[in-house]
T-cell receptor
Framework: GESVGLHLPTLSVQEGDNSIINCAYS??????FIWYKQESGKGPQFIID?????DKRQGQRVTVLLNKTVKHLSLQIAATQPGDSAVYFC??????????FGAGTRLTVKP | AAGVIQSPRHLIKEKRETATLKCYPI?????VYWYQQGPGQDPQFLIS???????DKGSIPDRFSAQQFSDYHSELNMSSLELGDSALYFC????????????FGPGTRLTVT
């Protein structure tokens, strides 16, 4: 399943499928990006980050893709599990030291 | 591993009252950030401190102030509370300024009645 981030705040996928969550950022000077996962009632949890000199970074079951030309960031989750159900935020840092969060996407994993 | 500690976890105040939120960063972290998250909203950056000095300022109202102490813990002071201040307030900490991972605390839920 795939979301368009800011314009589709919910994404529902079947367990075992791959998920793609998209995010558009606004500041071309941003040089560092993070994806956070936020479960209900908890603080944002770091998932994966990427710097602007890279276009792809892989973690365990997650991949972040960065397209600086169109200022687009995506998070791919492989073999999505029920524990992945949460709200996912992308955040950008433009070296002014504060993270600016995009609108979250709620991921629901159906068993 | 030790995480960011915030206190209190829940706070109920009336309009025009004051509130103080506390944040204890991860040991050795010298930078703290405060965020406000309204219901169904993304976290909004308020203010940050590095080595006890304000390092950046976001959308923090003039009614709010914050500081970082010598032990690196931080306090967010909120005065003349308004209904719209009801939100989750997160503190995050990092080691150093700039492009470093920020680790978030569990948040303080403030309800203004």
């Amino acid at each position: 399943g795939e979301s368009v981030g800011l314009h589709l705040p919910t994404l529902s996928v079947q367990e075992g499928d791959n998920s793609i969550i998209n995010c558009a950022y606004s500041n071309s000077a941003s040089d560092y990006f993070i994806w956070y996962k936020q479960e209900s009632g908890k603080g944002p949890q770091f998932i994966i980050d990427i710097r602007s000199n890279m276009d792809k970074r892989q973690g365990q079951r997650v991949t972040v893709l960065l397209n600086k030309t169109v200022k687009h960031l995506s998070l791919q989750i492989a073999a999505t599990q029920p524990g992945d159900s949460a709200v996912y935020f992308c955040a950008e840092n433009d070296n002014n030291n504060d993270m600016r969060f995009g609108a979250g996407t709620r991921l629901t994993v159906k068993p | 591993a030790a995480g960011v500690i915030q206190s209190p976890r829940h706070l109920i105040k009336e309009k025009r009252e004051t509130a103080t939120l506390k944040c204890y960063p991860i040991p050795r972290h010298d930078t703290v950030y405060w965020y406000q998250q309204g219901p169904g909203q993304d976290p909004q950056f308020l203010i940050s401190f590095y080595e006890k000095m304000q390092s950046d300022k976001g959308s923090i109202p003039d009614r709010f102030s914050a500081q970082q102490f010598s032990d690196y813990h931080s306090e967010l002071n909120m005065s003349s509370l308004e209904l719209g201040d009801s939100a989750l307030y997160f503190c995050a900490s990092s080691l150093g300024l700039g492009s470093y991972e920020q680790y978030f605390g569990p948040g303080t839920r403030l309800t203004v009645t």
